[in-house]
């Protein structure tokens, strides 16, 4: 059986990437990591290290996508909750399985890890990633 | 300067704790560890660990608090982030200064934990709770 070893991270959906970091790393003091343009999610996005796991502050870079859409309708707030699985397609087999409604039919394949989101219909309203380590 | 340390939880709102056990438990392998009332916040909570972080399903038990506000409003989701830190009071007094909004001006303190919420307006829409360990 596929297993979930640590959250990976909290997604944070933000408008203004620089006037949030005055939030998360000058008062609060989590260490920015870097900023990444993340085409395949048309976001920029910022990485901070906490612990085992991180906060990732997701800047929309297109009006049509899912992100977009979420800071339109509701404005900044946290986003989806990421598990790391040691094994992404056995999870998603097993999840499928139990009859959980998954977003991805397969993993989205990025250098060094694999995604996949779990639909809020099946979560009790949260927007759930699995996401493999691959490197 | 106070530090934190880790991701302690992420809080969900559920309507129904059984329900929600067969995706967060059942589904995803996430072991429960304990089901505990919690007057003060008028929530019965269902306490699963995984890895250096816990999720935690809330159910109001009452309709007047937050959270059952929420859960009327919005259904159920993502509720709160809450970060473990060193020492609560020092980071209270610093992120008062830097001008961050708490919603308490002194932490809650249970058996074992002190506790305490920075407003959302000033976290970019994310209800931020700290958390300190005293046992």
């Not at 509701?74 to 909750?81: A, E, Q, T």
Request: aromatic letters at 6%; proline letters at 4%; one cysteine or more.
């Amino acid at each position: 059986m596929a297993k979930i070893k640590k959250i990976n991270h909290v997604a944070v959906v933000v408008s203004d990437i620089d006037e949030s970091l005055k939030f998360w790393q000058d008062a609060m003091g989590i260490e920015l990591h870097h900023v990444e343009d993340v085409p395949s999610q048309k976001s920029m996005v910022a990485f901070l290290p906490i612990g085992e796991s991180e906060v990732e502050l997701v800047k929309p870079t297109s009006d049509d996508s899912g992100v977009a859409k979420f800071l339109a309708e509701r404005g900044g707030g946290m986003h989806h909750l990421c598990f790391e699985v040691d094994n992404i397609v056995e999870m998603m087999a097993e999840l499928k399985a139990k009859g959980v409604r998954l977003i991805n039919e397969v993993p989205n394949e990025l250098p060094g890890r694999k995604m996949a989101f779990v639909h809020p219909k099946s979560t009790g309203g949260v927007l759930v990633e699995l996401y493999e380590v691959t490197k």
